[in-house]
């Protein structure tokens, strides 16, 4: 009886397992075709085990133990979490089209879309906030899956801008555009000119 009960486990597991790779792997694919970049998705996808950081942080401190539950609410925050780095990564490639350096992009970057970023995940860990604190008919099975998704998409989202820029800053090899060098202006007095630089 037992025995049965832990290969089902084992055998959830491991098709959750796939079920996470198979969506990062149509994330990525996704990106890259919106990107139009092979480097840019995978900087993204650096805050998928942000991520994880913060739902170990989130079942230890609730004492939730690792079930399939908790493994769906996985597969879910592999999808979500990348949204606060699109978001990001999208307005740095955009201002870097207008010719901004790179340094200068992801600073003016994060300052544009911090208050985007930020209601974003506000909103989601409000809305699950009564599934995470057991409100309502069964939501003892319900909770593990509201812990996980809070827990990875807010330490995903504090982690990111702070680790992202700093992903990008050192994998981008696309070279700062050179400002365009201004003519320098003629001196007072010199053979053929006047001093406003016409010639005499």
Do not use: C, W
């Amino acid at each position: 009886m037992l025995s049965g009960q832990e290969e089902e486990r084992q055998r959830s597991f491991a098709s959750l397992a796939l079920a996470l790779g198979l969506s990062l792997f149509l994330v990525y694919l996704v990106m890259a075709a919106q990107f139009e970049s092979l480097l840019h998705p995978f900087v993204i996808l650096f805050t998928v085990p942000l991520g994880a950081i913060g739902v170990a942080a989130a079942l230890l401190l609730a004492r939730q133990p690792i079930n399939v539950v908790v493994l769906i609410g996985i597969v879910m925050l592999g999808g979500i979490v990348v949204n606060n780095a699109i978001v990001l990564i999208d307005a740095v490639k955009q201002l870097r089209e207008e010719g901004l350096g790179k340094r200068g992009a992801l600073l003016l970057a994060g300052q544009r879309r911090l208050r985007p970023i930020l209601m974003t995940t506000g909103t989601t860990v409000l809305g699950l906030l009564p599934m995470a604190l057991g409100l309502g008919e069964g939501a003892e099975l319900r909770a593990p899956l509201a812990i996980t998704v809070i827990g990875g998409l807010s330490a995903a989202t504090l982690l990111t801008l702070v680790v992202i820029p700093v992903v990008y800053l050192l994998l981008d090899r696309k070279p700062d555009p050179v400002p365009a060098a201004e003519p320098a202006p003629a001196r007072a007095g010199a053979p053929g000119l006047t001093p406003e630089g016409e010639p005499a």
